[in-house]
């Protein structure tokens, strides 16, 4: 069974302090994909990136950067100079390779930024 | 191109009563999954529907049903409504091959009283 952890329930940060959001996984699928979404108050989840899990390579877009290491089934999202625009409720997910499988969710990690 | 809709946004309905919300995907996508959101569960699987066919079913009771229409748009219906059925349903869409990345609506808030 797939699984997703993220150990962090909330963190409050203030503004332009970095920040790390932990997500480990569980799976046995060889192949697999690795998703992170922001929900911010309004409900919406927004895609913020995917990862296979044959790619390694760490990536950075603007002030977010994710750091994947299959080693310790882990995907860790870090913020940099954090905004209270920032603030909202970040889930990991996962899917596998059969088919067009469902994502399995992380319970959340709600981030506060304070000004 | 514009995002996934969903109606209504907001929903009261009492016990008993039976719901149906809908969801329009991004122009030229033909999978359409939904989840529930719930503060205990967390985001919950429901279905996924490809080219009119029901393609993945999560863990939930018969009550819960849906269907997907030639143009893709999709609908859930939930009867005989309880009140643990109180949630915000998400809708999500992809292109539907391989694995493709799910792009989410706004979600329908469904207050069960």
């Known amino acids: 069974a797939q699984k997703v952890t993220q150990a962090q329930t909330e963190i409050s940060v203030v503004e332009k302090e970095d920040v790390t959001l932990d997500c480990v996984y569980e799976?046995?699928?060889?192949?697999?994909?690795l998703f992170w979404y922001k929900q911010p108050p309004s409900g919406e989840l927004v895609f913020l990136i995917r990862r296979n899990s044959f790619d390694e390579q760490n990536e950075i877009s603007g002030r977010y950067s994710w750091n994947f290491q299959k080693s310790t089934s882990s995907f860790n999202f870090t913020i940099t100079a954090s905004q209270v625009v920032d603030s909202a409720v970040y889930f990991c997910a996962l899917s596998g390779r059969s088919g067009n499988t469902p994502l399995v969710f992380g319970k959340g990690t709600r981030l506060s930024v304070i000004a | 191109k514009a995002g996934v809709t969903q109606t209504p946004r907001y929903l009261i309905k009492t016990r008993g009563q039976q719901v149906t919300l809908s969801c329009s995907p991004i122009?030229?996508?033909?999978?359409v999954s939904w989840y529930q959101q719930t503060p205990g569960q967390g985001l919950q699987f429901l279905f996924e529907y490809f080219s009119e066919t029901q393609r993945n079913k999560g863990n939930f009771p018969g009550r819960f049903s849906g269907r997907q229409f030639s143009n893709s748009r999709s609908e859930m219906n939930v009867s005989t409504l309880e009140l643990g059925d109180s949630a915000l349903y998400l809708c999500?869409?992809?292109?539907?091959?391989?694995?493709?990345?799910?792009?989410f609506g706004p979600g329908t808030r469904l207050l069960v009283l």
């Open positions: 999500a869409s992809s292109a539907g091959l391989a694995q493709e990345t799910q792009y």
């Open positions: 122009s030229g996508h033909r999978s």
């Open positions: 799976t046995r699928d060889t192949t697999y994909y």
